[in-house]
């Protein structure tokens, strides 16, 4: 049966979440849906950062570490944040990047963890993932070694040498979604710590590290925390590991920062694993895509997404069927994040023609076009009016143009 226009009225007319698009600076006739790349911009944000650079900057100089509380932001931020991905106040740390992040919890997993020497992943995870554990494994001159098996190998993986398991719990690529309770169970059974990448997850999907037993986790705050460009990352450590070693030991992370003492000494709790001073402009910014998300229901985004999701794949069948698109996503929605990705031989160019008439998903290497549906911002009118101007593009055969098939630095 087809999706009728009343039908899709009607599921925006039910959206408990369609006040929130009236919060982002959304330009008229635009279709965005890159929003698992890098999140809109909050209008809340614009006038947050006015301050901050005026007045907390400008006047304030370097009083407004304390007056401005600009010190405890990496703290405040990561109790936050700790709300969306169901961590306990003071397990989380906003700062650095996710890539850094990931070398801090590895590398903390490792301090707890002597006598095993195996990180594993997957192949396919996310590149950074994986270069970080093998930059480390370098490193470390033959004492670690990397195991990155195909994605269904990685529980049988585990055996008594893996010191790390690091997953992405929602796959960039394919937005599977893994069991986080079950892996961290298989991989507890098997003495292995587990470092969960939740870049796709927060914001996006319900997250219970701590009803999951989780050990260490890290993600972005550019996606769907709508944290701005390049926006700090965050770490989390459950409690029981807040004695781990840190590698990245800098002086935000020592106990007594200000004694300026010539010796390193790890800060108590979640502290230590700060490194360097906090990117405050970037932390502003930050907070305000928090602050906007934790307004929303987690179980109305989750509900949401999986209504885009279904709706965009079923028009995609529908006005799209004869051109060859193959879905590679979980065909089952429970087990796919908030994002719908299919293959083409001409995904790339498909990519830059769409982009002309103002649909903006992206394109991951080698042939996949990858469309995140973020519900605060994103209709089920948006996902319609993308499959049709999809399907003109094909029609037309609009992407069949030398310039679109000129790869550009960012895709
Ligand atoms: C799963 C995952 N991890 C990490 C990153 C990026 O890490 P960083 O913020 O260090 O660039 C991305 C970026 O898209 C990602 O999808």
Same mark, same amino acid.
């Given at each position: 049966?087809?999706?009728t226009?009343?039908?899709?009225?009607?599921?925006d =007319?039910?959206?408990p %979440?369609?006040?929130?698009?009236?919060?982002?600076?959304?330009?008229?006739?635009?279709?965005?849906?890159?929003?698992?790349?890098?999140?809109?911009?909050?209008?809340?944000?614009?006038?947050?950062?006015?301050?901050?650079?005026?007045?907390?900057?400008?006047?304030g100089?370097?009083?407004?570490?304390l007056?401005?509380?600009?010190?405890?932001? $990496?703290?405040?931020?990561?109790?936050?944040?700790?709300?969306? &991905?169901?961590?306990? $106040?003071?397990?989380?740390?906003?700062?650095?990047?996710?890539?850094?992040?990931?070398?801090?919890?590895?590398?903390?997993?490792?301090?707890?963890?002597?006598?095993?020497?195996? %990180?594993?992943?997957e192949?396919?995870?996310?590149?950074t993932?994986?270069?970080?554990?093998?930059?480390? =494994?370098?490193?470390?001159?033959?004492?670690?070694?990397?195991?990155?098996?195909?994605?269904?190998?990685?529980?049988g993986? %585990?055996?008594?040498?893996?010191?790390?398991?690091?997953?992405?719990?929602?796959?960039?690529?394919?937005?599977?979604?893994?069991?986080?309770?079950?892996?961290?169970?298989?991989?507890?059974?098997?003495?292995?710590?587990?470092?969960?990448?939740?870049?796709?997850?927060?914001?996006?999907?319900?997250?219970?590290?701590?009803g999951?037993?989780?050990?260490?986790?890290v993600?972005?705050?550019?996606?769907?925390l709508n944290?701005?460009?390049?926006?700090?990352a965050?770490?989390?450590?459950a409690?029981?590991?807040?004695?781990?070693?840190?590698?990245?030991?800098?002086?935000?992370?020592?106990?007594?920062?200000?004694?300026?003492?010539?010796?390193?000494a790890?800060?108590?709790?979640?502290?230590?694993?700060?490194?360097?001073?906090?990117?405050?402009?970037?932390?502003?910014a930050?907070?305000?895509g928090?602050?906007?998300?934790?307004? +929303?229901?987690?179980?109305?985004?989750?509900?949401?997404? &999986?209504?885009?999701?279904?709706?965009?794949?079923?028009?995609?069948?529908?006005?799209?069927?004869?051109?060859?698109?193959?879905?590679?996503? $979980?065909?089952?929605? +429970?087990?796919?994040?908030?994002?719908?990705?299919?293959?083409?031989?001409? =995904?790339? +160019?498909?990519?830059?023609?769409?982009?002309?008439?103002?649909?903006?998903g992206?394109?991951r290497?080698?042939?996949?076009m990858?469309?995140?549906l973020?519900?605060?911002?994103?209709?089920?009118?948006?996902v319609?009016e993308?499959?049709?101007? %999809?399907?003109? &593009?094909?029609?037309?055969?609009?992407?069949?143009?030398?310039?679109?098939?000129?790869? #550009? #630095?960012?895709?």
């Amino acid at each position: 049966m087809t999706v009728t226009a009343d039908q899709i009225a009607a599921l925006d =007319a039910a959206d408990p %979440l369609a006040h929130f698009r009236d919060r982002f600076a959304i330009r008229e006739g635009l279709i965005y849906l890159d929003g698992n790349s890098l999140g809109m911009l909050p209008k809340q944000t614009l006038a947050r950062m006015q301050q901050t650079v005026t007045q907390e900057w400008g006047e304030g100089l370097i009083t407004s570490w304390l007056a401005a509380d600009w010190v405890n932001s $990496p703290q405040r931020i990561g109790d936050k944040i700790a709300r969306l &991905i169901g961590a306990e $106040p003071g397990e989380v740390i906003a700062g650095e990047s996710t890539s850094i992040n990931i070398f801090k919890a590895l590398t903390a997993a490792l301090s707890l963890q002597k006598g095993r020497n195996v %990180l594993l992943s997957e192949t396919s995870n996310f590149p950074t993932d994986n270069y970080m554990m093998q930059g480390l =494994a370098r490193f470390s001159d033959g004492r670690l070694e990397t195991r990155e098996v195909a994605p269904d190998d990685v529980l049988g993986a %585990l055996d008594e040498n893996v010191a790390v398991l690091l997953l992405t719990q929602v796959h960039y690529k394919t937005a599977r979604v893994r069991d986080m309770r079950a892996v961290t169970r298989a991989a507890h059974e098997a003495g292995a710590l587990v470092v969960w990448d939740l870049s796709h997850s927060a914001g996006a999907i319900e997250v219970d590290l701590n009803g999951a037993n989780a050990d260490f986790a890290v993600g972005c705050g550019y996606k769907f925390l709508n944290g701005g460009p390049g926006a700090p990352a965050y770490l989390f450590a459950a409690k029981r590991h807040h004695h781990a070693e840190p590698v990245l030991s800098g002086w935000f992370g020592h106990a007594r920062p200000f004694e300026f003492e010539g010796d390193y000494a790890p800060a108590p709790g979640i502290d230590r694993f700060q490194c360097g001073t906090p990117p405050v402009l970037g932390m502003v910014a930050l907070e305000e895509g928090i602050d906007l998300m934790l307004e +929303a229901d987690m179980a109305a985004i989750r509900n949401k997404s &999986i209504s885009l999701s279904e709706l965009f794949v079923k028009l995609v069948e529908e006005r799209c069927g004869e051109f060859g698109f193959a879905f590679v996503c $979980p065909p089952d929605s +429970a087990q796919r994040g908030s994002q719908v990705a299919f293959a083409h031989p001409e =995904a790339y +160019a498909m990519m830059q023609a769409l982009k002309a008439r103002e649909v903006i998903g992206d394109f991951r290497a080698p042939d996949v076009m990858r469309f995140g549906l973020t519900p605060l911002y994103t209709s089920h009118a948006d996902v319609a009016e993308a499959v049709e101007r %999809l399907r003109t &593009i094909c029609v037309n055969r609009e992407w069949d143009r030398p310039e679109y098939r000129e790869r #550009a #630095a960012v895709t």
